[in-house]
T-cell receptor, first 112, second 114 residues
């Protein structure tokens, strides 16, 4: 069965620092990959997605993610974080049945 | 934001009582989902629906049932609430299967079982 692992549970950064959040999945077949963000007190929103094509995907608010098939990874990056990026970030991958499986989430705290 | 309304937004109930959560959408999307969100577990799929009267179980379906009698409404019922069902419940919708198209989430229902 598909599983998704986010290794960083809580990341604390200062403003302008660079960000990389790890995401690894287990199923080696064709995958669709997503990053969702949940701002404090709000619902989840789509940040970016990868279905096929260029493995470097750009999303909203300056975020990007790179799909590395050989490493079963889809890490999220941002060159310079802002206080407003404080949120919880979820990686998600489709399973063999087409349903979406979420990682445990990474809480990002950005200090002003 | 997609037109998804969850009700109630907050609910406190006692162990052993039945509880029904409602999700209403105005997007006419075929797929609807119920997830629960718990610290350290991310989001876990409870049940989902791929059409009127067509539903299936997710990874944490024990103790929950669902019904979808209309395209726009997807109900989640806790037959006999337990403290382990204290959680935040999110409804989501998608045009195609969730692995093939983005999910749009409602604002959540915070359920406390005492």
């Amino acid at each position: 069965a598909q599983s998704v692992s986010q290794h960083n549970h809580h990341v604390i950064l200062s403003e302008a620092a660079s960000l990389e959040l790890g995401c690894n999945y287990s199923y080696g077949g064709t995958v669709n990959l997503f990053w969702y963000v949940q701002y404090p007190g709000q619902h989840l929103q789509l940040l970016l997605k990868y279905f096929s094509g260029d493995p470097l995907v750009k999303g909203i608010k300056g975020f990007e993610a790179e799909f590395i098939k050989s490493k079963f990874s889809f890490n999220l990056r941002k060159p310079s974080v802002q206080w407003s990026d404080t949120a919880e970030y979820f990686c998600a991958v489709n399973d063999q049945g087409g349903k979406l499986i979420f990682g445990q989430g990474t809480e990002l705290s950005v200090k002003p | 934001d997609a037109g998804i309304t969850q009700s109630p937004r907050h609910k406190v109930t006692e162990t052993g009582t039945p509880v029904t959560l409602r999700c209403h959408q105005t997007e006419n999307h075929r797929y609807m989902y119920w997830y629960r969100q718990d610290p350290g577990h991310g989001l876990r799929l409870i049940h989902y629906s791929y059409g009127v009267k067509d539903t299936d179980k997710g990874e944490v379906s024990d103790g929950y049932s669902v019904s979808r009698s209309k395209t726009e409404d997807f109900l989640l019922t806790l037959e006999s609430a337990t403290s382990s069902q204290t959680s935040v419940y999110f409804c989501a919708i998608s045009e195609r299967s969730s692995g093939d198209s983005p999910l749009h989430f409602g604002n959540g229902t915070r359920l406390t079982v005492t």
